[in-house]
């Protein structure tokens, strides 16, 4: 079993939908991460969390320490959010390597 | 751009040939790492620079593989004997270091051995 689960896998939605994509780890963490990434490879930081919740845009994350699961929401998507989003999390004692999930693809159609 | 830069950003060699990648962090941050990402897979953690010191190797860092940061600065992966199973996304990050801090990713160099 991968130390970070991600779910779902693929995501397709209407533009304007409200999307949620989740995250559960088995590990103690010090932060915990979510990324995007677009077609080609680069990889781009959208929230660093240990507690709580935080907004930027319309992207929200919360995150839950004593339930060990992390949700990235996305209000009124839109098409140019279509990417694969990826959640990452560094171990407690870890040097700040990150430990990944396999990421979630998501497609939102005009 | 002040950001992480790889060179090159795609690379299609024969196998059984020597590659080289280079990552330049962004200036001021003193940890670097490199993950290989594989087709509809995360990425997964090689290898880890606090300044010029190796200080982490994951096992997927094979003896063909090797790493180096001279000067604290740029960093190189080399992977000798290249095989068809080396193909993937080699991806490198900086961090400042201090505490729990954000990481920064580069653009990746997207390696094919044929």
């Known amino acids: 079993k991968n130390e970070v689960e991600q779910s779902p896998q693929n995501l397709t939605a209407q533009e304007g939908e409200f999307i949620t994509i989740n995250c559960s780890y088995s590990?103690?963490?010090?932060?915990l991460h979510w990324l995007q990434q677009h077609p080609g490879g680069g990889i781009v930081s959208l929230f660093m969390?240990?507690?709580g919740k935080k907004k930027h845009g319309r992207l929200i994350a919360t995150i839950n320490i004593q339930e060990k699961h992390s949700s990235l929401h996305i209000t009124a998507s839109h098409p140019r959010d279509s990417a694969v989003y990826i959640c990452?999390?560094?171990?407690?004692?870890?040097?700040?390597?990150?430990?990944f999930g396999k990421g979630t693809k998501l497609s939102v159609k005009p | 751009d002040t950001g992480v830069s790889q060179d090159p950003r795609h690379k299609i060699t024969k196998r059984g040939q020597n590659v080289t990648f280079r990552c330049d962090p962004i200036?001021?941050?003193?940890?670097l790492y490199w993950y290989r990402q594989t087709l509809g897979q995360g990425p997964e953690f090689l290898t880890y620079f606090q300044n010029e010191a190796q200080l982490e190797k994951s096992r997927l860092l094979s003896d063909r593989f090797s790493a180096e940061r001279p000067k604290g600065s740029f960093s190189t992966l080399e992977i000798q004997r290249t095989e068809q199973g080396d193909s993937a996304m080699y991806l490198c990050a900086s961090s400042l270091g201090r505490g729990n801090t954000e990481a920064f990713f580069g653009q990746g160099t997207r390696l094919t051995v044929v």
């Open positions: 590990v103690g963490i010090s932060a």
């Open positions: 200036s001021e941050h003193n940890r």
């Open positions: 990452a999390v560094r171990s407690i004692g870890s040097q700040g390597n990150l430990i």
């Open positions: 969390l240990s507690s």
